[in-house]
């Protein structure tokens, strides 16, 4: 009977010790699939034979840390598109210690239909529709004049609350003035900017020539032109722009595939196949504003479509014919267009000529008997080749995929210090993209962008503000620029 006795706790012995084997080989061919074992417990060859009177060996407490690679990789196209976040480089117009005395300001009309017809370059090279305008081609769109009319409130709400202006300013007609170019979108948009700056006033609105001409003084025209002259200007663009040009067979590829080129009618028929920046024509004749030709010229005028296509389409994929594209992509399509009229506009040779009457149009506002504001209502070549002519150095705004956006504007402010001097400063004002799509409103709280511009030989002062007589001589000099290119060269 002993001897039974024992035999069964022997039995019983050896069915423990195979348990205990089989659970740690359980434990460690798991740990082992979760990742590396811990440091205190190395990878055994064999399992273990524990005492009968010891108890097992407890689990440790910290699980092993999931490997790396089993984690899931997310497809680059569900990431959402993602917002710009760089804030404006300035937050208000205002300077502490300086009063505004006059500000003048130098418009871009507000956003508007694509320039195309049924037939037209941009319709032909992609396979999909183009949004449904809210206005004629090439007319202010209902988003513009909206934007526009908030642009106008901000100036009224940031005048007040200088003290320049009262609340509900019913101006006399020799402080203010109006002035646009004689396009339904030049007019509209100085039209919404007067009803948001003075909402109670009756504003005249001037212009100077028949509905839908070009006047003059916006017409970018070449009014002193030679041969010599016109060989020095093509060259002086190939010199400055010839790389920029160069570079932009990336931004083509973002447009091409955009807008499913290949898909398209102009492609199947050979027309926008062997794109190449680099093929580029300037056209440069007297009394006829600065032209190209080549790929360069037909794919910025898709850049333009697009760019207008995203500020009127508030589903951004749906801007971009189902393309998430990313806000740096945007930029990427716009940069065409902002190379082109960089080249033809803000190279210093051709910016003087083309400039020259409206510089004579600004000289003569700050100088009005007075005059508190002005409106000039223009194009982005306008500002580009005055920019251009005053020698602007280079700049980057915040939250804005244009060098010259929709409804942007050069604003010139003349101040008075508390010690009686007078300052100028001058400003590139534009509505931020997120407020040209609609996602957030312009308000004194939420201003435009600002960026401060700065000049080749003009030194700010500590506050940011150009000295008055230097300022004034700088653009006086701008002016005179014109007169020296008959010296320069001479001959017809």
Known sequence: ????????????????????????????????????????????????????????????????????????????????????????????????????????????????????????TSRMATPHEWVQWSSSSGELTVRGGTVETQMGQYFRKWLESEGTFPRNYRPANSSI??????????????????????????????????????????????????????TAAEAAIRELHGDAIAALADNFDVIAETIDMKDSPAYRDGQLQNLDPNDYVITLEQHKEPKSSGSLNTMMSISDALILQYYEEPDA???????DLTFGQWKQIAEVKGVWQDALYSTPLIAVNCAHPMLKEIWSEMNAKDRVFTFIGGHDTSLSAVLGALGAEKYDLPDAIERTPVGSKLVICRWRSESGKLFYSADLVYPTARQQRGEEEVTLDNPPGICPLRFSDLTPNEDGLYVGKEFTAHVKQAIDEYDTLARMFPGR
Not at 28 to 36: D, F
Not at 186 to 215: C, K, Q, Y
Request: glycine content about 2%.
């Open 177 to 230: 003035r109006f002035y646009a170019n004689s396009k339904q979108r030049t007019m509209a948009t100085a039209r919404f900017f007067a009803a948001g700056l003075f909402p109670l006033t009756n504003v005249s609105l001037e212009t100077h020539t028949i509905f839908d001409w070009m006047d003059s003084v916006f017409a970018n025209h070449l009014t002193f032109f030679n041969a010599a002259y016109q």
């Open 317 to 323: 994929v749906k801007a971009a014919f189902g393309h």
């Open 1 to 120: 009977m002993k001897q039974k006795s024992t035999n069964v706790w022997k039995w019983i012995a050896i069915a423990a010790l195979c348990l205990l084997a089989a659970a740690a080989f359980l434990y460690i061919r798991s740990v082992a699939q979760c990742g590396a074992l811990p440091a205190s417990m190395p990878a055994p060859t064999e399992a273990p034979t524990p005492e009968l009177t010891a108890e097992p060996t407890p689990a440790p407490t910290e699980e092993p840390t999931p490997a790396p690679t089993e984690e899931p990789t997310p497809e680059p196209t569900e990431e959402p598109t993602p917002e710009p976040t760089v804030e404006p480089a300035q937050r208000t117009l205002s300077h502490p210690g300086y009063t505004p005395e006059q500000v003048i300001v130098l418009s871009r009309h507000n956003a508007r239909s694509a320039l195309m017809g049924s037939k037209s």
